[in-house]
Nanobody
């Protein structure tokens, strides 16, 4: 079982920034795609940003221009830089990885945007 471990969540005021980081227990290059999902209370889990091994990143329209996903295959990490945070960004954020066999999830980290 592949372990994905998130860090960096917390409480931030509207307009602020946070950076989430996810480390993998195996080489990041072995994943076809990595990224982040989020789940707000009472809502389904939704894609935030995906960074494939090749090609461009994909973003949820609601975070376009504010969030940036990056992966470092040498360090086995995938990060999510979140700027200009809004209250509606409040959710549990999950690290995600996909290879040719299955999908993998981290345990989640809480992000709360509130004044």
């Amino acid at each position: 079982q592949v372990q994905l471990v998130e860090s960096g969540g917390g409480l931030v005021q509207p307009g602020g920034s946070l950076r989430l980081s996810c480390s993998a227990a195996r080489t990041m290059f072995s994943f076809n795609a990595v990224g982040w999902y989020r789940q707000a209370p009472g809502q389904q889990r939704a894609m935030v940003a995906i960074r494939p091994n090749w090609g461009s990143s994909h973003y949820n329209d609601s975070v376009m221009g504010r969030f940036t996903v990056s992966r470092d295959n040498a360090k086995n990490t995938v990060d999510l830089q979140m700027n200009n945070l809004k209250p509606e960004d409040t959710a549990v954020y999950y690290c995600y990885g996909r290879d040719s066999v299955q999908e993998y999830w981290g345990q989640g980290t809480q992000v709360t945007v509130s004044s």
